[in-house]
């Protein structure tokens, strides 16, 4: 298995490593979706992610969507 | 709808132009309430200048411009690659979205609650949008996405926009003029689009109305001989290589001051009369330049071996897209009102996109060294508008009428430019054809009192 590495999103050092999370990078979110990185702005706050596991919505699995960093529960890549 | 002046009793706007004496009241230039009725009136109606194709090649590339007095983004969508143009508010409470000059965004966040649009302007962000104790069922949905304006136009690279979705189509804006701009965005070889813009804007801020050197100045055939004098002296007025420009063949053409009283566009104009194109002459300080320019001035003959030249300016000579766009053939030139005595001046100097690196190096030193920061003519100019409106403001300064009778009575209708009235070079033939039209747009209650202009109603005034 890759190795991955965990992004620590927590505290001033979170906000630098949430803007530059690069694509590729795996997120959970807090409703349990999964989705993986496809291109983040660099603006601070959102990036855009295509859906790889929705736990409440299965027709999700597939899309983009743009996600709030508050959204998110851990980051790895 | 006629506005009343109070500071001048209650009189119509009509009232403040003399038709008979060829004079219009100052008050139309200093006047806050006549300004506020300008921006709804003219400049949420007309075709506006946003820029050149050629600043926003790639996906994702956008600039900001303005329209009158608001900023738009005007961004090439990653998706569809389409230029659009949307007013630069958030739609939730108002702040500006963008806050650079130019660039390249995958979205455009808003920074007070983070909202974000993508480069179509939809909406596809909402911070809190998901939060359980947030929107819910409230989240906002497409319709609250940036605000486009309501028809755009890339005309032959230079794009151009309305509020007004009832404006008639930009080539019938732009009436007989068509066939100008379109030269005018030729590139030396007479190939249509052919220019890309030197970037970014250069932009001046003037303490002066928008009317002084947008109506007023623009196709001035009178002040050069004066104003530019100083450049003159200072060896400066020899355009590109001092002295060097040898005569050509003469060409049969002449010069006029030409306005639409019905469009409002003119300026001074040279016409053509006859097929072909005036020989190359060499003007050109650097090496190599001049022998790049006679070559695409031969391709350029040989296009037009039978067609005859559109009017355009030439030998000093401009003419202006209503309400205020000033277009050469190298240069476009146009102003943002900020308020009744605040304008901003842009400018855009294009070159042959494809033309090799010595000469649009030498192209853009030209530029430079006429306009701009650093540029010797346009402070000329700069200085006269900027005296012009304190001068003109003071409750005394303010009872006098400026002066437009230079030529009044003397214009005639010319074949070659149906509609269009033509009179002599140095006349103000191309200001009173603007206030023909300002006054229209200023009392029609919609674009159905302003089109079809030459059918139904003439707008003529004077
Ligand atoms: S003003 Fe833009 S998100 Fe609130
Ligand atoms: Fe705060």
């Given at each position: 298995m890759a190795e991955t590495k965990g992004y620590d999103l927590t505290g001033k050092g979170g906000i630098q490593a949430w803007s530059s999370l690069p694509e590729g990078t795996k997120l959970t979110l807090l409703n349990g979706a999964v989705g993986e990185i496809i291109a983040n702005p660099h603006d601070g706050g959102w990036v855009l992610i295509k859906f790889q596991e929705h736990p409440h919505d299965p027709s999700k699995v597939g899309q983009e969507e743009y996600v709030f960093f508050n959204e998110v529960q851990t980051a790895a890549g | 709808m006629v506005t009343i002046l109070r500071a001048r009793g209650d009189r119509s706007i009509r009232s403040f132009i003399d038709y008979e004496r060829g004079t219009i009241s100052r008050e139309l230039y200093v006047h806050p309430d006549i300004f506020e009725q300008e921006m709804e009136q003219i400049f949420q109606r007309c075709w506006l200048f946003l820029g050149h194709e050629s600043q926003i090649p790639n996906p994702g590339d956008f600039i900001v411009s303005r329209m009158g007095t608001e900023e738009v983004i005007v961004v090439r969508d990653r998706k569809d690659k389409q230029i659009r143009a949307f007013l630069n508010s958030c739609r939730h409470r108002g702040m500006k979205v963008c806050r650079y000059d130019q660039g390249n965004n995958l979205v455009f966040t808003c920074p007070f609650h983070a909202w974000t649009y993508d480069t179509a302007g939809k909406l596809v962000g909402v911070g809190y949008g998901n939060h359980p104790e947030a929107y819910g069922d409230t989240r906002p949905g497409d319709q609250w996405g940036l605000a486009q304006v309501a028809q755009f136009k890339n005309f032959h690279g230079s794009l151009w926009a309305t509020w007004d979705p009832k404006a008639p189509s930009f080539e019938d804006y732009l009436g007989p003029?068509?066939?100008?701009?379109?030269?005018?965005?030729?590139?030396?070889?007479?190939?249509?689009?052919?220019?890309?813009?030197?970037?970014?804007?250069?932009?001046?801020?003037?303490?002066?109305?928008?009317?002084?050197?947008?109506?007023?100045?623009?196709?001035?055939?009178?002040?050069?001989?004066?104003?530019?004098?100083?450049?003159?002296?200072?060896?400066?007025?020899?355009?590109?290589?001092?002295?060097?420009?040898?005569?050509?063949?003469?060409?049969?053409?002449?010069?006029?001051?030409?306005?639409?009283?019905?469009?409002?566009?003119?300026?001074?104009?040279?016409?053509?009369?006859?097929?072909?194109?005036?020989?190359?002459?060499?003007?050109?300080?650097?090496?190599?330049?001049?022998?790049?320019?006679?070559?695409?001035?031969?391709?350029?003959?040989?296009?037009?071996?039978n067609r005859v030249l559109a009017p355009h300016g030439w030998g000093g000579g401009h003419f202006a897209i209503f309400p205020c766009v000033m277009v050469d053939s190298w240069r476009i030139r146009w102003y943002h009102p900020h308020e009744t005595g605040m304008v901003e001046r842009w400018t855009l100097c294009g070159v042959d996109k494809n033309a090799p690196k010595h000469v649009k190096n030498a192209v853009r030193h030209y530029v430079q060294r006429y306009n701009g920061p650093t540029g010797f003519f346009e402070s000329d100019d700069m200085e006269n508008w900027n005296y012009v409106y304190p001068a003109s403001r003071g409750v005394r300064a303010r009872k006098l009428d400026y002066f437009f009778a230079n030529g009044l009575g003397h214009g005639k209708y010319d074949d070659r430019l149906p509609g269009v009235v033509v009179n002599g070079a140095y006349t103000e033939e191309a200001q009173r054809a603007r206030f023909s039209r300002w006054l229209a747009f200023m009392e029609a209650k919609s674009w159905d009192d302003l089109y079809p202009v030459n059918t139904s109603k003439n707008h003529r005034i004077w």
């Amino acid at each position: 298995m890759a190795e991955t590495k965990g992004y620590d999103l927590t505290g001033k050092g979170g906000i630098q490593a949430w803007s530059s999370l690069p694509e590729g990078t795996k997120l959970t979110l807090l409703n349990g979706a999964v989705g993986e990185i496809i291109a983040n702005p660099h603006d601070g706050g959102w990036v855009l992610i295509k859906f790889q596991e929705h736990p409440h919505d299965p027709s999700k699995v597939g899309q983009e969507e743009y996600v709030f960093f508050n959204e998110v529960q851990t980051a790895a890549g | 709808m006629v506005t009343i002046l109070r500071a001048r009793g209650d009189r119509s706007i009509r009232s403040f132009i003399d038709y008979e004496r060829g004079t219009i009241s100052r008050e139309l230039y200093v006047h806050p309430d006549i300004f506020e009725q300008e921006m709804e009136q003219i400049f949420q109606r007309c075709w506006l200048f946003l820029g050149h194709e050629s600043q926003i090649p790639n996906p994702g590339d956008f600039i900001v411009s303005r329209m009158g007095t608001e900023e738009v983004i005007v961004v090439r969508d990653r998706k569809d690659k389409q230029i659009r143009a949307f007013l630069n508010s958030c739609r939730h409470r108002g702040m500006k979205v963008c806050r650079y000059d130019q660039g390249n965004n995958l979205v455009f966040t808003c920074p007070f609650h983070a909202w974000t649009y993508d480069t179509a302007g939809k909406l596809v962000g909402v911070g809190y949008g998901n939060h359980p104790e947030a929107y819910g069922d409230t989240r906002p949905g497409d319709q609250w996405g940036l605000a486009q304006v309501a028809q755009f136009k890339n005309f032959h690279g230079s794009l151009w926009a309305t509020w007004d979705p009832k404006a008639p189509s930009f080539e019938d804006y732009l009436g007989p003029f068509t066939a100008s701009l379109r030269h005018c965005l030729q590139s030396s070889d007479g190939e249509d689009g052919g220019l890309e813009m030197f970037t970014p804007f250069q932009r001046h801020r003037l303490p002066t109305n928008w009317k002084v050197p947008g109506f007023t100045s623009v196709t001035d055939g009178t002040h050069a001989a004066m104003t530019h004098r100083s450049a003159a002296a200072a060896g400066l007025h020899e355009d590109r290589g001092q002295g060097k420009a040898k005569p050509g063949t003469p060409f049969p053409r002449e010069m006029y001051a030409i306005g639409d009283h019905n469009l409002g566009h003119g300026g001074q104009c040279t016409f053509y009369n006859q097929p072909g194109v005036p020989d190359y002459t060499d003007e050109w300080f650097e090496p190599g330049v001049d022998d790049y320019f006679r070559e695409t001035a031969g391709r350029k003959a040989q296009l037009y071996a039978n067609r005859v030249l559109a009017p355009h300016g030439w030998g000093g000579g401009h003419f202006a897209i209503f309400p205020c766009v000033m277009v050469d053939s190298w240069r476009i030139r146009w102003y943002h009102p900020h308020e009744t005595g605040m304008v901003e001046r842009w400018t855009l100097c294009g070159v042959d996109k494809n033309a090799p690196k010595h000469v649009k190096n030498a192209v853009r030193h030209y530029v430079q060294r006429y306009n701009g920061p650093t540029g010797f003519f346009e402070s000329d100019d700069m200085e006269n508008w900027n005296y012009v409106y304190p001068a003109s403001r003071g409750v005394r300064a303010r009872k006098l009428d400026y002066f437009f009778a230079n030529g009044l009575g003397h214009g005639k209708y010319d074949d070659r430019l149906p509609g269009v009235v033509v009179n002599g070079a140095y006349t103000e033939e191309a200001q009173r054809a603007r206030f023909s039209r300002w006054l229209a747009f200023m009392e029609a209650k919609s674009w159905d009192d302003l089109y079809p202009v030459n059918t139904s109603k003439n707008h003529r005034i004077w």
